[in-house]
């Protein structure tokens, strides 16, 4: 098991800056994936960046330019920077672990959810 403890959110003005924060702990594999995802009132959760522990990292194409995701690999905690918040940013956002446990020719994907902070963007 892997417990997610989130903080960062709140209420923002559009033009506005915030910082997510996800620190994980418990059962952690070496190759895993640490990210963000939003969910807005009536719609579907959606990618909005992650980052994988070679690294890589990956963003939604409404958030490229604005949103920086990073993580601390000694502290196993990723970080989402969010810069020029606009109304349409407002969601719930979820942090998401994904432990990748090597096979013999594949990985045993394990996902874990946070509780979800509010982001609010409103002027």
């Known amino acids: 098991q892997v417990q997610l403890v989130e903080s960062g959110g709140g209420l923002v003005q559009p033009g506005g800056s915030l910082r997510l924060s996800c620190a994980a702990s418990?059962?952690?594999?070496?190759?895993?994936?640490m990210g963000w995802y939003r969910q807005a009132p009536g719609k579907q959760r959606e990618l909005v960046a992650t980052?994988?522990?070679?690294?890589?990292?990956i963003y939604a194409d409404s958030v490229k330019g604005r949103f920086t995701i990073s993580r601390d690999n000694a502290k196993n905690t990723v970080y989402l920077q969010m810069n020029s918040l606009k109304p349409d940013d407002t969601a719930v956002y979820y942090c998401?672990?994904?432990?990748?446990?090597?096979?013999?020719?594949?990985?045993?994907?394990?996902?874990?959810w946070g509780q979800g902070t509010q982001v609010t963007v409103s002027s």
């Open positions: 418990g059962s952690i594999f070496s190759i895993n994936v």
């Open positions: 980052t994988n522990s070679a690294g890589s990292t």
């Open positions: 998401l672990f994904r432990n990748l446990i090597p096979l013999t020719t594949d990985y045993d994907v394990n996902d874990y």
